[in-house]
């Protein structure tokens, strides 16, 4: 069956792009389950309360889940490979699936996903808000 609008399915995934940074990592292709408010929220509730190492821990089994796939095909998302991945890659990961940060533009995109890609973020500036919170009030329906 399938869930009318507002409503976020099981298979509910985006599509996400992280540019190449030449010395530091390739591009990253990649598709993730965005996260909903509540669910940043109870992550980010414990990290005022935790070490520095705790807190980089739990950023990396909060991306370990949403991260459903990504385009180091032999390489598997878990909490110890994400440890290694580099530090400026992790933190693009992070704000993209968070919701903080837009993707990149992937330039395999359609015309149409890069349309649809750029008016989220002209959304998203004019009305105050990150592209996560935009795209999570339209899911919802709000």
């Known amino acids: 069956m399938q869930l009318p609008y507002g409503f976020f399915d099981d298979g509910y995934t985006k599509d996400g792009y992280l540019e190449a940074q030449v010395g530091m990592y390739p591009a990253v292709r990649f598709q993730y389950r965005p996260m909903t408010q509540p669910e940043i929220s109870k992550h980010?509730?414990?990290?005022?309360?935790?070490?520095?190492?705790?807190?980089?821990?739990?950023?990396?089994?909060?991306?370990?889940?949403?991260?459903?796939?990504?385009?180091?095909?032999?390489?598997?998302?878990d909490t110890e490979t994400l440890r290694k991945l580099h530090p400026q890659a992790f933190k693009g990961l992070f704000a993209i699936v968070m919701g903080y940060a837009p993707s990149d533009v992937d330039p395999n995109w359609t015309d149409a996903q890069k349309r649809e890609h750029a008016g989220e973020i002209v959304d998203a500036n004019g009305a105050g808000m990150t592209v996560g919170q935009l795209t999570e009030g339209r899911d919802l329906g709000n």
């Not at 821990?57 to 991260?67: D, F, V, W």
């Not at 990504?70 to 390489?75: C, I, L």
Request: no cysteine.
């Open 44 to 77: 980010l509730d414990h990290v005022e309360r935790r070490s520095s190492d705790a807190v980089d821990a739990a950023a990396r089994e909060i991306l370990s889940g949403p991260l459903v796939r990504w385009s180091f095909d032999e390489v598997p998302i």
